[in-house]
């Protein structure tokens, strides 16, 4: 059974950095795309970052391009979201996504809040 299980979220001023994990489990990611993804209230979850876990090729939101840095480790089989030069627009439940590059299946994590204060 796949559980993705984040950690690493909460309240940071403006200006400030967090590191989000994402510990994956349950079967062999090779071939999955690992990504995050965002929702804040009131509006639809948005994509952040992905990083292609076999050869670490990365995609970035524009809105966090030179702020956000997505990273794997495999030995420990976790993704992370480096957030630095966080703005209160940052402010959103954060979201790990395990998605199959060649197929349908698709996982979530239960989510992890980020809040950034002005």
């Known amino acids: 059974q796949v559980q993705l299980v984040e950690s690493g979220g909460g309240l940071v001023q403006a200006g400030g950095s967090l590191r989000l994990s994402c510990a994956a489990s349950g079967r062999t990611f090779s071939r999955y795309n690992m990504g995050w993804f965002r929702q804040a209230p009131g509006k639809e979850r948005e994509f952040v970052a992905s990083i292609y876990w076999s050869d670490g090729s990365t995609n970035y939101a524009d809105s966090v391009k030179g702020r956000f840095t997505i990273s794997s480790d495999n030995r420990k089989n976790t993704v992370y979201l480096q957030m630095n030069s966080l703005k209160p627009e940052d402010t959103a439940v954060y979201y790990c996504?395990?998605?199959?590059?060649?197929?349908?299946?698709?996982?979530w994590g239960q989510g992890t809040q980020v809040t950034v204060s002005s």
């Open positions: 996504n395990a998605k199959f590059s060649g197929g349908f299946d698709n996982y």
